[in-house]
């Protein structure tokens, strides 16, 4: 919907760290709560993390938690995914979205018919030697 765009994408080897940023609008930001989503190819979605602007408290799924940190910079519009001790299983395409609430967010497994309400283009990072 052109409303979050993602960057920071790349190639890290394993154990590396990344930076992924999602600049979206002020209204988004300051109404939604924003996470980050990835797919692999052949798997359904799987929500990492998400900042619930409601609760002022930030989510994450089991299988990032204490890796993964979200965060935001309301003055630049922007949320931030920051990876460290990244895996080979990490590798993904990386989304930015937006919904009303937390949970499609850090659903491990999002179904392919749910639509959030809005969503980034995506950004792909690769872990390999």
């Known amino acids: 919907q052109g409303q979050l765009a993602e960057s920071g994408g790349g190639l890290v080897q394993p154990g590396g760290s990344l930076r992924l940023s999602c600049t979206t609008s002020?209204?988004?930001?300051?109404?939604?709560?924003i996470g980050w989503v990835r797919q692999a190819p052949g798997k359904e979605r799987e929500g990492l993390a998400c900042?619930?602007?409601?609760?002022?408290?930030?989510y994450y799924a089991d299988s990032v938690k204490g890796r993964f940190a979200i965060s935001s910079d309301n003055a630049k519009n922007t949320v931030y995914l920051q990876m460290n001790s990244l895996k080979p299983e990490d590798a993904a395409v990386y989304y930015c979205?937006?919904?009303?609430?937390?949970?499609?967010?850090?659903?491990?497994?999002?179904?392919?018919?749910?639509?959030?309400?809005?969503w980034g283009q995506g950004t792909q990072v690769t872990v390999s030697a």
């Open positions: 979205a937006a919904d009303p609430q937390c949970v499609a967010l850090v659903t491990t497994k999002v179904p392919s018919s749910y639509k959030y309400d809005y």
């Open positions: 002020g209204s988004i930001l300051n109404y939604y709560s």
């Open positions: 900042f619930s602007r409601s609760e002022g408290r930030m």
